[in-house]
């Protein structure tokens, strides 16, 4: 089963869709498999991490700013080079194990769609498989 969800990213932020991905399980009635979550994105991703601590996400933000820094010798037209490679660096998708109907996550562990050139309405997909 894939589930589609939509979400309005106002600024450049790790967006918490640890909930939609769980209501994704949930809704398919598997309890034992894998759940695939994609962003068909090409200037964001999506990431597991922590979700205690919201300094984790700022100081992940300010990392990969500092790492992918927009350079004037970067010659995209669209003028978002850097929230392309913060995409390649994080990647598209992620996997989670699914037991007892439920994401087998750490305790400190969330999954993140991650947003680098804001604003925008984005999608990403959940796919269950038992």
Request: net charge negative.
């Amino acid at each position: 089963m894939v589930f589609e969800y939509l979400l309005s990213a106002s600024r450049e932020d790790f967006y918490n869709i640890t909930p939609q991905v769980r209501e994704a399980i949930a809704k398919s009635g598997i309890t034992d498999g894998i759940a695939v979550i994609y962003c068909p994105h090409t200037t964001a991703g999506i990431t597991i991490n922590e979700n205690a601590d919201p300094d984790v996400v700022r100081d992940l933000i300010f990392a990969l700013d500092k790492t992918f820094p927009d350079r004037p010798e970067f010659r995209h037209a669209e003028g978002n080079s850097a929230a392309h490679l913060k995409a390649l660096a994080i990647g598209s998708s992620e996997t989670v194990i699914i037991k007892d109907g439920k994401p087998l996550l750490g305790t400190w562990q969330g999954i993140y769609f991650c947003e680098f050139d804001p604003p925008r309405n984005r999608k990403f997909y959940v796919r269950v498989i038992g």
